[in-house]
């Protein structure tokens, strides 16, 4: 039984592409009757439940580790200790407080993102009209079988994946599982084997829904075997990617912990070598390493993040995981759905095409002639009348279509024109109604007006309503013959606005006899008054946004379920690819393709076309393979597997299932495409004002330890104590870098190119930076040192000097930071935080000199005027420096500049 019943359910894969009959047979299930209720009750015991298993408990530990399992945490953490040991007890705390806080935040925020199974399991509880022993019951989906014969009709959620066995004008909503913006139209026809899951019309899907029509179908497959099971599967095997920032921060803990052990090292035993007591150097050695370990990183960037979450959220941008921000602006792909991202998923009726006249814009209609309104409204109203499509107006007095798109977006248009759908259809009684079959591709009715005069309307593919019409309107309202040459004249124009991605219908009108049967000639012999085109048009800013994306070196791909020809007139539209070609490729493909082709295609295209959630992931996968940071957008079923995969997951937070929204890292409010790229804006100033944070911390540290590394090889007397460095360290590190945390978006931060993906932190450039920073910062403070020397001697005087040193150049230098190679007067004012923060660093080394409490535990004095002019002096002198040698930087990029010209 098991055996025979995993065969049956194999069939699932290709159940499209077989016969209804091969298929009952193969499932032992009968087409009139339905299974017995005794062999569902076996078939349930011995496959289970069709419910979605939830593979996702357990998961607390994991993000519970990721809070911990940092070379940066357990290298504070040892420095915590060896504070401990020395009797710097404050510095312990500070430390582990840090540690705590940093922990808490971040489990709380990621505690939700593994939920997206969860999710996946509420979305397909549903119930299914089945037919079992000759009898119809309800029963919940989850106790459905394989062979089970079920009836569905408009308005049910698909409770399973089903083989239609018989229908009647059925139509389904697939657009959470394929992608597919528009319903399908189904039919119980088999298709060849490799049709796409977008184009299999003679499936109905778990999780969608039917919008018209009724049918009998076969179950083929449940539980984890339909379509969006598989999608489940595919989300928990989606791999976890480190994002950019964590891969950074792991490979600066790595450098920082050799440098630590080296510089404690290196001072230790020069300093015994000199002959200063052991336990002396001991500590200042110990003092030195926790200096030089950034206390503060985990808490800044920490920080960083979550203000980047706040900012974020008032630009309709919901950040679930803190790392997610500063990955937004390390994305260098962006992998978006079509629909309501770029688009409005709003089907509107963009242009009417009357013949003779030519294109009539609905929003232009106050300035049409007499003949051109009355053309353009009979239009409209045969829009409104052959039609299934209703309204309802909400409590605020919006007006909201019901229906298939196409048609509500004809009842939009006729309010446009300022004609009432409800006064249309009073006016007018239907007395017969045939309603759109995929295979008449057309729909007609009768309709009888106040002095009984019938009308027979016809709206459908505009290739069908030509073939029945013998005459056409020309432009100044009269009829004329429907010549071949006219004819082939207006297929030429359907060709062209199909071209453009408008989905066209063509309507016609034929006066009846008003007594007699009214289905008696009506199907040719029809005046053909025009077209329609009605699309989902690109959102607006959708143009704006894409351009602002390629202008900072970021690609955007379209990953999208419709059709090419739709898909690729939209990426025209929207400048993908930045010229005239577009590089599109269809789903088939992909089928065929073999990983390093699929990679080649990944790289070259802009526009993947009827792609389903396993080519989605593939697509994902291969772009990653190629060292790309990639975003990608969704908001259906068959997206969770991608969003899961990418570096960073975006949902649609409007019309975004549950499923989406748990496989994401933001959810956007507004569903709008420059959102996404709002949102990378954003994250590039985060990454740039830790980076600023890294610049000014570790070319302070650095300052630090040269100027004590200095005076014991030069054998002067140590320029600092132990609690004077802690001092310095909680000081300058802590406010600055608060400050910094805020500063504003450079204005060229979106024309730039992101940051190569494998590009550490520290890269060359930088730590070029810092070392020579660090050098002049040392060679400054030391100088001051050395005068204070001069002056006073040996002693607490001088250590004195040598501290409040130390703090002005590095005061000095938080302005340095703001921008490696912009002015630090340009934009002076932007972050009066800065200013803030210099006057808290200012007031507390007044107090650690003038305060007696505090002075006697850092063991300073009162400071002279001639003191305080040379500690002024400290602050300014790095700002000078750095200063000339960005102006220098600048004149000599302008010379390179001028000679490549």
Same mark, same amino acid.
């Not at 809070?67 to 582990?96: F, G, P």
């Not at 790595?254 to 510089?263: D, E, K, M, T």
């Not at 002279?864 to 040698?885: K, R």
């Given at each position: 039984?098991?055996?025979?019943?995993?065969?049956?359910?194999?069939?699932?894969?290709?159940?499209?592409?077989?016969?209804?009959?091969?298929?009952?047979?193969?499932?032992?299930?009968?087409?009139?009757?339905?299974?017995?209720?005794?062999?569902?009750?076996?078939?349930?015991?011995?496959?289970?439940?069709?419910?979605?298993?939830?593979?996702?408990?357990?998961?607390?530990?994991?993000?519970?580790?990721?809070?911990?399992?940092?070379?940066?945490?357990?290298?504070?953490?040892?420095?915590?200790?060896?504070?401990?040991?020395?009797?710097?007890?404050?510095?312990?705390?500070?430390?582990?407080?840090?540690?705590?806080?940093?922990?808490?935040?971040?489990?709380?925020?990621?505690?939700?993102?593994?939920?997206?199974?969860?999710?996946?399991?509420?979305?397909?509880?549903?119930?299914?009209?089945?037919?079992?022993?000759?009898?119809?019951?309800?029963?919940?989906?989850?106790?459905?079988?394989?062979?089970?014969?079920?009836?569905?009709?408009?308005?049910?959620?698909?409770?399973?994946?089903?083989?239609?066995?018989?229908?009647?004008?059925?139509?389904?909503?697939?657009?959470?599982?394929?992608?597919?913006?528009?319903?399908?139209?189904?039919?119980?026809?088999?298709?060849?084997?490799?049709?796409?899951?977008?184009?299999?019309?003679?499936?109905?899907?778990?999780?969608?829904?039917?919008?018209?029509?009724?049918?009998?179908?076969?179950?083929?497959?449940?539980?984890?075997?339909?379509?969006?099971?598989?999608?489940?599967?595919?989300?928990?095997?989606?791999?976890?990617?480190?994002?950019?920032?964590?891969?950074?921060?792991?490979?600066?803990?790595?450098?920082?912990?050799?440098?630590?052990?080296?510089?404690?090292?290196?001072?230790?035993?020069?300093?015994?070598?000199?002959?200063?007591?052991?336990?002396?150097?001991?500590?200042?050695?110990?003092?030195?390493?926790?200096?030089?370990?950034?206390?503060?990183?985990?808490?800044?960037?920490?920080?960083?993040?979550?203000?980047?979450?706040?900012?974020?959220?008032?630009?309709?941008?919901?950040?679930?995981?803190?790392?997610?921000?500063?990955?937004?602006?390390?994305?260098?792909?962006?992998?978006?759905?079509?629909?309501?991202?770029?688009?409005?998923?709003?089907?509107?009726?963009?242009?009417?095409?009357?013949?003779?006249?030519?294109?009539?814009?609905?929003?232009?209609?106050?300035?049409?002639?007499?003949?051109?309104?009355?053309?353009?409204?009979?239009?409209?109203?045969?829009?409104?009348?052959?039609?299934?499509?209703?309204?309802?107006?909400?409590?605020?007095?919006?007006?909201?279509?019901?229906?298939?798109?196409?048609?509500?977006?004809?009842?939009?248009?006729?309010?446009?024109?300022?004609?009432?759908?409800?006064?249309?259809?009073?006016?007018?009684?239907?007395?017969?109604?045939?309603?759109?079959?995929?295979?008449?591709?057309?729909?007609?009715?009768?309709?009888?007006?106040?002095?009984?005069?019938?009308?027979?309307?016809?709206?459908?593919?505009?290739?069908?309503?030509?073939?029945?019409?013998?005459?056409?309107?020309?432009?100044?309202?009269?009829?004329?013959?429907?010549?071949?040459?006219?004819?082939?004249?207006?297929?030429?124009?359907?060709?062209?606005?199909?071209?453009?991605?408008?989905?066209?219908?063509?309507?016609?009108?034929?006066?009846?006899?008003?007594?007699?049967?009214?289905?008696?000639?009506?199907?040719?012999?029809?005046?053909?008054?025009?077209?329609?085109?009605?699309?989902?048009?690109?959102?607006?800013?959708?143009?704006?946004?894409?351009?602002?994306?390629?202008?900072?070196?970021?690609?955007?791909?379209?990953?999208?379920?419709?059709?090419?020809?739709?898909?690729?007139?939209?990426?025209?539209?929207?400048?993908?690819?930045?010229?005239?070609?577009?590089?599109?490729?269809?789903?088939?493909?992909?089928?065929?393709?073999?990983?390093?082709?699929?990679?080649?295609?990944?790289?070259?295209?802009?526009?993947?076309?009827?792609?389903?959630?396993?080519?989605?992931?593939?697509?994902?996968?291969?772009?990653?393979?190629?060292?790309?940071?990639?975003?990608?957008?969704?908001?259906?079923?068959?997206?969770?597997?991608?969003?899961?995969?990418?570096?960073?997951?975006?949902?649609?937070?409007?019309?975004?299932?549950?499923?989406?929204?748990?496989?994401?890292?933001?959810?956007?409010?507004?569903?709008?495409?420059?959102?996404?790229?709002?949102?990378?804006?954003?994250?590039?100033?985060?990454?740039?004002?830790?980076?600023?944070?890294?610049?000014?911390?570790?070319?302070?540290?650095?300052?630090?330890?040269? /100027? $004590?590394?200095?005076? +014991? #090889? *030069?054998?002067?007397?140590? =320029? @600092?104590?132990?609690?004077?460095?802690?001092?310095?360290?909680?000081?300058?590190?802590?406010?600055?870098?608060?400050?910094?945390?805020?500063?504003?978006?450079?204005?060229?931060?979106?024309?730039?190119?992101?940051?190569?993906?494998?590009?550490?932190?520290?890269?060359?450039?930088?730590?070029?930076?810092?070392?020579?920073?660090?050098?002049?910062?040392?060679?400054?403070?030391?100088?001051?040192?050395?005068?204070?020397?001069?002056?006073?001697?040996?002693?607490?005087?001088?250590?004195?000097?040598?501290?409040?040193?130390?703090?002005?150049?590095?005061?000095?230098?938080?302005?340095?930071?703001?921008?490696?190679?912009?002015?630090?007067?340009?934009?002076?004012?932007?972050?009066?935080?800065?200013?803030?923060?210099?006057?808290? /660093? $200012?007031?507390?080394? +007044? #107090? *650690?000199?003038?305060?007696? =409490? @505090?002075?006697?535990?850092?063991?300073?004095?009162?400071?002279?005027?001639?003191?305080?002019?040379?500690?002024?002096?400290?602050?300014?002198?790095?700002?000078?420096?750095?200063?000339?040698?960005?102006?220098?930087?600048?004149?000599?990029?302008?010379?390179?500049?001028?000679?490549?010209?």
């Amino acid at each position: 039984m098991n055996a025979g019943l995993a065969e049956s359910t194999s069939l699932s894969k290709n159940a499209h592409a077989s016969d209804v009959g091969a298929i009952a047979a193969d499932l032992r299930a009968d087409t009139a009757t339905g299974l017995t209720t005794t062999e569902a009750e076996k078939r349930l015991s011995a496959l289970g439940s069709s419910e979605i298993s939830n593979a996702n408990k357990g998961r607390w530990k994991q993000y519970l580790w990721g809070q911990v399992a940092s070379i940066v945490v357990w290298l504070l953490a040892v420095a915590a200790l060896a504070a401990w040991l020395t009797d710097s007890r404050l510095e312990a705390y500070s430390i582990l407080v840090v540690l705590f806080l940093n922990g808490v935040i971040g489990f709380a925020i990621e505690w939700r993102a593994g939920k997206a199974l969860d999710a996946l399991k509420r979305s397909t509880k549903t119930l299914a009209r089945v037919r079992r022993d000759g009898n119809e019951k309800i029963v919940e989906a989850a106790q459905l079988v394989p062979g089970d014969l079920v009836l569905v009709s408009a308005g049910d959620r698909v409770p399973g994946d089903l083989r239609i066995a018989e229908s009647v004008n059925l139509v389904a909503d697939e657009s959470t599982l394929t992608g597919e913006s528009v319903p399908v139209p189904k039919s119980v026809d088999p298709l060849p084997e490799l049709t796409p899951l977008a184009e299999r019309t003679s499936m109905l899907y778990l999780g969608s829904t039917v919008v018209a029509g009724h049918c009998t179908a076969l179950v083929t497959a449940t539980g984890t075997e339909t379509e969006i099971g598989k999608i489940g599967k595919l989300i928990s095997e989606a791999d976890h990617i480190q994002t950019p920032l964590e891969k950074r921060l792991a490979d600066l803990g790595r450098r920082l912990v050799y440098v630590v052990i080296g510089i404690a090292a290196i001072v230790m035993f020069a300093g015994i070598a000199r002959g200063d007591e052991f336990f002396l150097m001991l500590e200042v050695a110990i003092s030195l390493a926790v200096a030089a370990v950034p206390e503060g990183l985990p808490a800044v960037t920490t920080l960083i993040l979550a203000l980047g979450v706040l900012r974020m959220a008032k630009r309709n941008a919901i950040v679930r995981k803190l790392s997610a921000v500063e990955t937004l602006g390390s994305s260098t792909v962006i992998c978006s759905d079509k629909t309501g991202t770029l688009t409005t998923n709003r089907m509107t009726v963009q242009e009417l095409h009357l013949p003779g006249i030519g294109q009539i814009k609905p929003k232009d209609f106050k300035q049409l002639k007499k003949s051109q309104f009355n053309q353009s409204r009979q239009i409209l109203e045969i829009g409104v009348l052959c039609s299934e499509a209703s309204e309802s107006v909400d409590p605020d007095g919006s007006i909201k279509g019901i229906g298939d798109p196409t048609e509500t977006a004809l009842l939009e248009a006729a309010r446009i024109f300022e004609l009432s759908p409800k006064q249309i259809r009073e006016r007018n009684t239907i007395v017969l109604e045939e309603p759109f079959e995929a295979a008449k591709k057309r729909m007609k009715v009768v309709v009888e007006d106040s002095d009984n005069k019938r009308t027979a309307l016809l709206k459908g593919a505009p290739a069908v309503i030509l073939e029945r019409s013998i005459s056409f309107v020309n432009e100044t309202g009269e009829v004329e013959v429907l010549t071949a040459e006219k004819t082939e004249e207006l297929l030429h124009v359907n060709r062209e606005m199909a071209g453009r991605a408008l989905r066209l219908l063509g309507f016609a009108i034929k006066n009846l006899d008003s007594e007699g049967d009214p289905a008696a000639d009506t199907d040719n012999g029809y005046t053909f008054l025009g077209f329609s085109g009605i699309k989902d048009p690109i959102r607006d800013g959708a143009l704006e946004a894409v351009q602002t994306a390629r202008n900072a070196g970021i690609r955007v791909v379209m990953l999208t379920g419709d059709q090419m020809e739709t898909a690729k007139a939209i990426a025209h539209e929207l400048k993908l690819s930045g010229s005239l070609d577009i590089e599109a490729v269809h789903s088939s493909e992909l089928t065929t393709a073999d990983e390093a082709r699929v990679y080649e295609l990944a790289r070259d295209a802009d526009v993947f076309a009827r792609v389903s959630p396993e080519d989605k992931l593939r697509i994902v996968r291969a772009l990653q393979h190629a060292n790309e940071i990639v975003a990608v957008t969704g908001d259906g079923v068959n997206d969770a597997p991608a969003l899961r995969q990418a570096d960073i997951g975006v949902a649609m937070g409007m019309r975004g299932t549950e499923v989406a929204k748990e496989a994401s890292d933001v959810v956007l409010t507004d569903d709008n495409f420059s959102t996404i790229v709002d949102a990378i804006r954003g994250g590039r100033a985060i990454y740039a004002n830790i980076r600023k944070f890294v610049h000014l911390m570790f070319s302070q540290n650095l300052s630090e330890v040269l /100027v $004590i590394f200095a005076a +014991i #090889l *030069a054998g002067l007397p140590l =320029p @600092l104590l132990p609690l004077q460095i802690l001092w310095i360290n909680l000081v300058t590190d802590v406010f600055p870098a608060l400050a910094l945390c805020v500063e504003p978006a450079s204005p060229r931060s979106m024309k730039r190119k992101p940051i190569k993906p494998g590009e550490s932190m520290l890269s060359r450039d930088f730590l070029f930076t810092v070392v020579w920073q660090g050098l002049v910062l040392a060679a400054i403070a030391l100088g001051a040192y050395l005068w204070a020397l001069s002056e006073y001697g040996e002693g607490s005087h001088s250590q004195t000097i040598a501290m409040l040193a130390i703090v002005g150049v590095q005061l000095g230098h938080l302005f340095n930071c703001r921008s490696r190679t912009r002015s630090a007067f340009n934009r002076f004012f932007s972050n009066p935080y800065i200013f803030a923060a210099a006057g808290i /660093v $200012i007031l507390l080394q +007044i #107090l *650690a000199v003038t305060f007696s =409490p @505090l002075a006697a535990v850092l063991n300073t004095v009162e400071i002279g005027f001639n003191d305080t002019i040379v500690v002024a002096i400290t602050v300014l002198l790095p700002i000078v420096i750095v200063e000339i040698a960005k102006l220098s930087a600048r004149i000599l990029k302008n010379r390179k500049l001028v000679r490549t010209q």
